[in-house]
């Protein structure tokens, strides 16, 4: 029995990413309402490789030419729609035996947000007489969507470090919560009580997160631990697809190096921590400040350094020769870097600068240090040009790079999504806030989004086939049925040089029966085009 349960609802998604889904912001929750006094819990629901296929929700439209067939080729993308994590039978008798009079429900992606609101509903259902709190960004942006659910009793808007002790000690003491910084309640006349987002304004006095709560063993990569820290918090650019920015209502605040390192040192205490995951959005904008924060790492751990990653991607002009050789003797292996678009009018959509100089820099910096890459862009923006899309893989495509395509969603608090609504672009329902449901159908089409998605793993398969000094095949045609597919390679090979001799893109069945996918043919001829006009670029 406990005071506070905190939980980490369920994902419904095509794909999951488990090593991104430790639950570091409740653990910084749980740490400051231990300090309060209360005792807390956490309930992941995601820690367990359970899943199971669902079938996907309406409102993510029809996905169907898409993902419907199987795809064992290396050029697939998705097919099975699943639910990843504990059911919400098993979460509701959780929720049950806890006794907690005050649950919290982390709501962190508006398009997973049906999921927190049937954690919800769960909770009520086990447990009547708690107090049901959602808090997280998309309650933070969208407090009215979420409090239309009955079961939900309030959110807390902004930081919950911040808000959460006080809501308990008010609750506790049976007095009137309106006055928690951050709240958000239901008047007596039904309309509501909106607070401002709460921010923490000196995250060095906060208390290190209670890794302790967390399953710690489920989370081990490779039988090592692995952690997420944040070293700061916000982002100082304003870029028009991101809801964090300069413009948002978190700002920019970096921590101390000594509280980020103490953190550190206490997380990792008697254990074998193999991966660091820094979630920052802007891990290396302060140069002096970075080099400071490696240096007490590698002091940290010595000569067992773990793998470092910052994989919300890093700033290209941050990226000097110094900081590239710091960052591989301090256990980078991998260089995420945020390109965004080589193109200039996109760019200004965006509203980013134009890194392509700097993203060179820093890939000749990397290759000098024996340093993987990834270049991300975005594609499928409202207003975004397809063929230009294409001319950004061409420019990956020249370059020691992996190519990572990200599709644009419209993020709940960021300028495009206000512009989406003003366009009428906005998905049906929040479900089809995602990636994976191709949400925008403009200029970019659902189709265009697709087919650059698998022209991405098309150029990435052809960089590694170069890497491994396997020549590209030569332009020829494929047979419709290739035998059971056993080997991932050979299959790509066949396909690959059907997609160099006419343009299509196909998958294999799991018979071995080759299937034409939906394209957008004038996208892949301009990649062809631009193909045969210079050499691949190894990985």
């Not at 240096?295 to 350094?305: E, I, K, N, P, Q």
């Amino acid at each position: 029995m406990v005071d506070i349960l905190l939980i980490q609802p369920p994902i419904a998604d095509f794909y999951l990413t488990a090593k991104r889904t430790i639950p570091y912001g409740l653990a910084c929750i749980a740490a400051a309402a231990s300090q309060a006094g209360f005792s807390v819990a956490i309930l992941d629901a995601m820690a367990t490789g359970k899943s199971r296929v669902i079938t996907a929700p309406e409102g993510m439209g029809d996905l169907a030419p898409f993902y419907g067939r199987p795809d064992l080729s290396p050029f697939a993308l998705f097919h099975h729609f699943r639910h990843f994590g504990y059911s919400l039978a098993h979460i509701g008798r959780q929720i049950k035996a806890s006794g907690a009079f005050l649950v919290g429900i982390g709501s962190l992606f508006t398009a997973y947000s049906d999921m927190a609101l049937a954690v919800a509903r769960a909770a009520k259902a086990s447990l009547p007489d708690c107090t049901v709190v959602l808090g997280g960004h998309h309650p933070t942006a969208l407090p009215e969507a979420v409090m239309a659910e009955p079961a939900v009793d309030l959110v807390l808007r902004g930081e919950g470090e911040a808000s959460l002790p006080r809501l308990a000690r008010a609750l506790r003491a049976g007095s009137d919560p309106a006055d928690v910084p951050g709240i958000v309640l239901r008047n007596p006349d039904g309309s509501l009580h909106i607070g401002d987002p709460v921010v923490c304004p000196d995250p060095d006095r906060l208390p290190v997160p209670d890794y302790g709560l967390i399953r710690r063993r489920f989370y081990r990569r490779f039988g090592q631990d692995s952690i997420v820290v944040t070293a700061g918090r916000g982002c100082p650019l304003a870029c028009s697809y991101c809801a964090t920015g300069s413009g948002s209502w978190m700002g920019f605040r970096k921590r101390s190096v000594a509280a980020v390192l103490r953190e550190m040192r206490f997380v990792s205490a008697g254990r074998r921590v193999g991966f660091v995951d820094f979630e920052d959005e802007n891990l290396t904008m302060d140069r002096g400040w970075f080099l400071e924060l490696m240096a007490g790492v590698r002091d940290l751990f010595g000569d067992r350094l773990p793998e470092l990653r910052a994989m919300n991607g890093l700033f290209p002009p941050t990226l000097s020769e110094a900081v590239v050789r710091c960052m591989r003797l301090s256990g980078f292996k991998t260089l995420n870097l945020s390109l965004g678009s080589a193109h200039a009018g996109q760019l200004k959509r965006f509203n980013r600068p134009d890194v392509r100089e700097a993203f060179d820099r820093a890939l000749d910096h990397a290759q000098a240090e024996g340093l993987a890459a990834v270049g991300y862009i975005i594609v499928g923006a409202p207003d975004q040009d397809p063929l230009t899309s294409v001319d950004d893989l061409l420019f990956l495509a020249r370059r020691r790079v992996l190519a990572g395509v990200s599709v644009f969603y419209p993020a709940p608090g960021s300028l495009d999504y206000r512009r989406c609504q003003d366009l009428g672009l906005l998905p049906a329902s929040f479900a089809g806030m995602r990636a994976t449901a191709l949400p925008i159908d403009q200029r970019t089409s659902r189709t265009d989004s697709a087919t650059l998605l698998r022209l991405g793993r098309i150029l990435n398969f052809m960089k590694h086939l170069t890497a491994a000094g396997v020549p590209i095949p030569q332009p020829g045609p494929v047979d419709h049925v290739l035998g059971a597919c056993r080997d991932r390679r050979q299959a790509g090979l066949k396909l690959l040089a059907a997609f160099l001799w006419d343009g299509g893109i196909r998958g294999i069945e799991p018979d071995g029966t080759v299937y034409d996918h939906r394209i957008s043919t004038h996208l892949c001829r301009r990649f062809l085009e631009g193909l045969n006009a210079g050499p691949i670029g190894r990985t």
